[in-house]
């Protein structure tokens, strides 16, 4: 439905931010109505989005609910204070303008009790921790990846071998045996081994189609040579003008044997290599059914990021009586619905890690371990660069679950930084609140006016260089 987004960043970006930062703006605003509402205080205009005004929707109870041009969230409007509208905030006309809307009793955010501002301030805070817990939640009802089984990478066979007469391809990657998944390359290979002589069906997904799936059928024969079975390193790739060039190995050989020894992984071909740099070394090679025998010499001071041989090395697996050689490729995931109980367990304890880690930031920050990349704040448009990643991979892998994590995230984070105690986040206003509860006295509105107008003059300021920062140094190319 929406793969007109994959491929296309600018577009995934405009969409990411509907999805992602309207929804937790807008849910902070309404968590700051339902707690003013819940304690007394006047809100005179509930907003849909940043004026201008593009309609009144319509009046309840006193306040004014409207849809406005800018899609920024919302905002709430309470009595005797006026953020969206400077030009009419003064006290004596929101009254007026109460009053005529049939409100009788009215209070303004001041006038409501310590603990009262502390619940209205704080609104915002756990409506973004609300509806991280319900997507969460819903993520999990939807489905979480869980491993069902592992694959193996065909790397080569022999071009007679009854595998590659059943139509199996280098490169194939095998999912399943008669129907059956297995744990890892060794339960496949022992899955094989079992059913020695009968009919076996492998389940095939070919590199070039990974969306489709075939069924390609052999009969195994381990008579001559059962459980032979054998990891050796695998040649993944050969530098140009290197020794191994010269030598003609070539990628997919199997290093079989080193100076006539048997080896098994790359950490013994380079330890070997390492002790004999300058000397001429023998290899047996395994090349799709043929052992084919070479020499060389490593070079005592090869170019940068090319060894000494000049060949990259994985290791891989040879199964002698079918000539396969293989490797265990990528996990097999599948979407599994979680139940309600285990689907709210899920969503408490990531809300948990994600607050574990930013409240481990700052210790991080001053012990100088801390990343880069996290250190990077990002604007609006940074997370909406984000968030089309996700978005695009949320349905590249049909898993809806990866954006409404992501939003959860957003929405936490949103949360806790507006709890920081910086003037004029809601943080910075409970800074005041609790001023005046210990010192038993209100701080001038005045002094606490300027406070909030500094602090929004600086936190402007930061919104523009990182605006910038993220258009010169999008965030995606962190994570491509």
């Known amino acids: 439905m929406f793969d007109f987004l994959l491929g296309n960043d600018a577009l995934s970006t405009i969409f990411a931010f509907i999805l992602v930062l309207i929804p937790a703006v807008f849910i902070h605003e309404l968590g700051h109505f339902l707690a003013a509402k819940a304690v007394g205080i006047t809100i005179l205009e509930f907003g849909i989005g940043f004026p201008p005004r593009l309609v009144r929707l319509f009046t ?65 805070a756990l409506a973004n921790f609300v509806l991280a817990v319900v997507l969460l939640m819903l993520a999990a009802l939807m489905g979480l990846p869980e491993t069902v089984g592992a ?27 008669n129907g059956e998944t297995f744990d890892d390359s060794g339960d496949f290979a022992r899955s094989l081994e079992a059913l020695d002589g009968e009919l076996v069906t492998l389940t095939v ?42 030598a003609g190995l070539q990628v997919g050989d199997l290093i079989m ?43 005592v001071d090869p170019p ?26 990528a996990p097999q995931v599948e979407l599994q619905s979680q139940p309600v109980g285990e689907a709210m367990t899920y969503s408490v304890n990531r809300i948990g890690e994600v607050v574990g ?18 250190l990077r704040l990002a604007s609006p448009l940074g997370v909406s660069q984000v968030g089309s990643f996700f978005l695009q991979e949320s349905i590249q892998r049909n898993q809806p679950g ?39 006295r209100p701080i001038a509105p005045e002094r606490e006016g300027m406070v909030h107008l500094i602090g929004f003059a600086l936190l402007l300021s930061l919104m523009v260089v990182t605006v910038l920062n993220d258009i010169a140094n999008p965030l995606t190319d962190l994570l491509r």
């Open 402 to 440: 990866l954006i409404l994590e992501f939003v959860a995230l957003i929405s936490i984070a949103l949360g806790i930084t507006n709890l920081l105690p910086i003037p004029p986040l809601d943080g910075g206003r409970i800074l005041f609140v609790i001023v005046e509860i210990v010192r038993g």
């Open 357 to 374: 880690l930013m409240a481990a930031l700052p210790g991080e920050i001053i012990r100088g371990t801390a990343e880069p990349e996290e």
């Open 60 to 124: 309840y109870r006193g306040t004014e609910y409207t849809l406005n041009w800018l899609p920024l969230g919302g905002f709430v409007r309470p009595l005797g204070e006026d953020f969206v509208r400077p030009n009419e905030n003064e006290e004596a006309h929101d009254r007026e303008e109460a009053r005529q809307r049939g409100v009788e009793k009215m209070m303004t955010v001041n006038e409501a009790k310590p603990p009262a501002r502390l619940l209205f301030l704080t609104g915002g």
């Open 304 to 329: 940068p990021g090319q060894g000494a041989m000049g060949i990259e090395v994985g290791d891989a697996t040879i199964n002698q009586a079918l000539g396969l050689v293989y490797q265990e490729g």
């Open 257 to 299: 044997s080193f100076n006539g020894e048997t080896i098994t992984n790359f950490p013994d071909l380079q330890q070997r290599t390492r002790e004999n740099v300058g000397q001429e070394v023998d290899l047996v090679l395994w090349r799709a059914g043929e052992i084919i025998e070479t020499a060389l010499v490593p070079r």
């Open 205 to 246: 997904r070919r590199a070039e189609e990974p969306d489709a799936v075939q069924a390609l059928t052999f009969t195994p024969d381990f008579s001559e040579t059962a459980a032979a079975i054998d990891t050796h390193p695998l040649v993944a790739g050969v530098s140009v003008d290197s020794p191994a060039e010269s």
């Open 151 to 177: 694959r193996v990478n065909v790397i080569s066979l022999p071009a007679n071998s009854v595998l590659a007469n059943s139509g199996l391809q280098a490169f194939d990657a095998i999912e399943s045996i």
